[in-house]
């Protein structure tokens, strides 16, 4: 294990997994800054001790709420595949330079994709975005089923 804390690739996965591993987790704040700001609540819990006037006017969906719960969903539904892939990726020997594109293009378009999604902004921009992610990993993916292939 050492030894693979040593190797450039390897070190470049980790830093840019954290990354967006560390994105993906701030996406829970996030939500819940939006729900306390919105007055926006899921569970009876939540309100507990509100009148019931409140209560039914606390317990509601709020449109900013689901778009911060959207994109956390993207985010869930892109990066732990990223995570595995990058992983299995790095093992297979690639070039720093070309391992390093794809992990920089990824956590990029990972963090536009939050700010775009976020500020409502372009939704071609950030299908833009959304797109280049998954084609990183699926280049991943096709490296390592290339590397090591076994049928």
């Known amino acids: 294990m050492a030894g693979l804390m040593q190797d450039e690739v390897f070190m ?29 609540f899921l569970n009876e819990e939540d309100v507990a001790g509100k009148s019931a006037e409140e209560k039914k006017k606390l317990l509601r969906t709020n449109p900013d709420v689901e778009r911060v719960r959207r994109c956390h969903q993207n985010d869930l539904e892109n990066i732990i595949p990223f995570v595995v892939v990058g992983l299995l990726y790095a093992l297979t020997g690639p070039e720093l330079s070309t391992a390093l594109l794809h992990f920089r293009l990824f956590a990029g378009c990972r963090i536009f994709h939050t700010i775009i999604y ?16 998954v084609l990183v990993t699926l280049s991943m993916a096709y490296t390592v089923l290339n590397t090591v292939l076994f049928l």
Do not use: D, Q
């Open 12 to 40: 470049a996965f980790t830093t840019y997994a954290v990354i967006v591993i560390l994105k993906m987790m701030l996406m829970s704040p996030i939500t819940a800054y939006y729900r306390l700001t919105r007055g926006s």
């Open 118 to 133: 976020l500020g409502a902004l372009s939704h071609s921009l950030r299908g833009l975005c959304w797109i280049l992610g």
